[in-house]
């Protein structure tokens, strides 16, 4: 593991100045924290207007107009006849995808990502730098940033299926996990409850079991067109969509939808409550082979990024061997279309084509057996990385099954070190899933979303203080030693300076 200064360097987050132009770009308030900053202890005006230049062969314009937008809306006077340059680039390097550097001097602002991401992700970061500046004086700090995510898979799943949320409200949620450096957005699209994606070749799925939603409410679901659609808006700011379909359990819509799929041959009833385990395909039925070839097909047709999720959780009506049976097909199914097998951690009971991913969510066992394949493990501990479970007992939405967590659960852990055997070579990254049963609404969403998104982004980008020692053999003062206690005040101290943005965004934000 490496190891470099920066919690040092971010130690005086908190201590603004009362006048005068900040000098120090270490205080800068970045979430998630960075590699590595040099302040060089000047300040660069913004008082003048600049102009963005690009080196064209490696920059497409739409994603200058997007950065364009980030940075005015930020407070940057952005003109064609600027007297002062931002420059974007990306240069191709031999480092991990996604890094960027950032230079700031007292002429100019350079932003070089060794790839797209890499380059938008130095754009975010300037961003917070504009947004959480003070707003008595104009100027940034002068200095080097330099970056690069820990973990190459950072995402955040929402459940659409208990409840629908309209495609401006899943383009919103798109917004803020870029802010915050995400990569991948699952959709959880069917479940129980409702079916949330048109399939052209069985269009009762979304006519009959997208028709309600968790509490009778009038569902929805989205067209191939809205998919296609949300999937470029999601490219454009660097995220790719993980679709799933909950399989073979969590499928009562699709079997109100299509009797065939139920071995007694009757639909089953919509169902609106929220208790899980309760349903199956048939699987010993060829039908329901066919139906998945075609399904999967059309899903693997539409999607544009490696992974199609397949669930597997909760599966109390099957025996080992026909869940096993169940979801090596369905594996095979992914791998001849070309795609990735991304599962929740009970998959790995079964064998699984290389590349394939499991996500711990609860059994500490399941994840074993993924490394023990050979598999790669995704992190989503329900005791820390559930945004739907409530910060405390006076929180109104969530669930609390797995505990109650707070700003500080959401921050205070590490993938590594929670299973025995399960090593960083061995996790592909973190994910934090919000499941639906309790929300409604944008507001809802922001509000269990923040502040913990921004905890879970940095256990996902940013090098932890581990062992209570950092690189500049700084200690932990608690006794005992809470490996976690000193980085996390860091992270609040950078953090308060975002509730000022967030409250201009009117993100309803929990407190
Ligand atoms: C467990 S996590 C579930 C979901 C529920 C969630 C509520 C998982 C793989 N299954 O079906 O919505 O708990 O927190």
Redesign the pocket.
Known sequence: MRYFPLFALLFCACTEQESGPNTDLAAAAIVPAPLEIRADSSALSLDQAFRLEYSEETIDSQMVDIISDWLSDAGVPISDDGDRRVWLENRAADATPESYKITIDEEEIRLVGVDPAGLRHAAQTLRQLLLTRSDTVNYLPTGVIRDSPRFAYRGFML?VS?HFFPPETVERVIDYLAMYKFNHLHLHLS?DQGWRLEIESYPRLTAIGGSTEVGGGPGGFYTQQDYLDLQEYAADRGIIIVPEFDLPG?TNAALASYAELNCDGRARELYTGTE?GFSSLCVSKEYVYEFLDTVLAEVAQLTTGPFIHI?G??VHTLDQAEYNNFIERVAEMLERGGKRVLG?DEIAQAQLPAGSVAQY??FAENAQAAVAQGQAVLFSP?TNA?L??KYDSTTELG?S??GFTDLEDAYSWDPVGMVAGVTEAHIIGVEA?L?S?TIESLDDIEYLLFPRIAAISEVAWSERMLGGEDLVGRTSTSTPANPYEESFTFFEQRLLHHYGFWEDMGINFHQ
């Open positions: 459940d208990r479940d969590h899980v669930g959780d909760e929740w969510w609860n329900a559930y739907d479970m669930l099954w797995a899933p499941w049963e």
